[in-house]
């Protein structure tokens, strides 16, 4: 199957400060990428769709502001925490589906683990 | 949302062939029928997907009702590293996937 990397892997930051978090398709062309975020001992949740070269969409009670995602080239995503904050600890993980395949398979990444002390 | 409902946990002896279902009475004709697969403290995996006639793969199979409001993952011969929790998902408009609970495989030594 196809491969989508993240990095880092995992992370700590300070309260009050952003971190930024990549996700690259690496042998396919993603035209479309899906972030989740998963708390412990529960399933994923999905944050925002991002097309290329598009603004992303998020979903309900998701804080377009505070994640921000930018998608500007076919094989990379970013996922940016602004004024990160304890809850937003998590383990965040991305998504590529390829170009013109119509309802096909996601290739996900490793995931990121991210602590906000 | 389209919806799926898994027995939240199963268990299984090694070598043995092993049968997922998934009740999805309110799939539309359009909704595609995905599996994904996670271990822990990683992303998911892809396992099959299908939308009217069973599939098969290396992985595993996917066998369909006929009314298409239930499905049953088939692992043909389990391992230990089958273990998982196996997430049965009706891939909605846009390719959206919208997780539920999913299934804990256990598989026994």
């Known amino acids: 199957g196809a491969v989508v990397s993240q990095h880092p892997s995992r992370v700590i930051c300070k309260s009050g400060t952003s971190v930024k978090i990549e996700c690259r398709s690496l042998?396919?062309?993603?035209?479309?990428m899906f972030w989740y975020r998963q708390f412990p001992k529960q399933s994923l949740m999905l944050m925002a769709t991002s097309n290329e070269g598009s603004k992303a969409t998020y979903e309900q009670g998701v804080e377009k502001d505070k994640f921000l995602i930018n998608h500007a080239s076919l094989t990379l995503s970013t996922l940016t925490v602004t004024s990160a904050h304890p809850e937003d600890s998590s383990f965040y993980i991305c998504?590529?589906?390829?170009?013109?395949?119509?309802?096909?398979?996601?290739?996900f990444g490793p995931g990121t683990r991210l602590t906000v002390t | 949302d389209a919806k799926t409902t898994q027995p939240n946990s199963m268990e299984s002896n090694e070598e043995e062939p092993v049968h997922l279902p998934c009740n999805h009475s309110?799939?539309?004709?359009?909704?595609?029928i995905h599996w994904y697969r996670q271990l822990p403290s990683q992303g998911p995996e892809y396992v099959i997907h299908?939308?009217?006639s069973n599939v098969n793969n290396r992985m595993a199979s996917l066998a369909i009702a006929e009314d298409r409001k239930s499905s049953t993952l088939i692992l043909h011969r389990a391992t230990l590293r089958d273990a998982a929790v196996y997430y049965c998902i009706l891939m909605e408009y846009g390719n959206k996937l919208v997780f539920g609970a999913g299934t804990i495989l256990r598989v026994k030594s």
């Open positions: 042998d396919f062309q993603a035209t479309t």
């Open positions: 299908g939308l009217t």
């Open positions: 998504s590529g589906t390829v170009a013109g395949v119509q309802a096909g398979e996601q290739y």
């Open positions: 309110t799939i539309s004709g359009t909704d595609y």
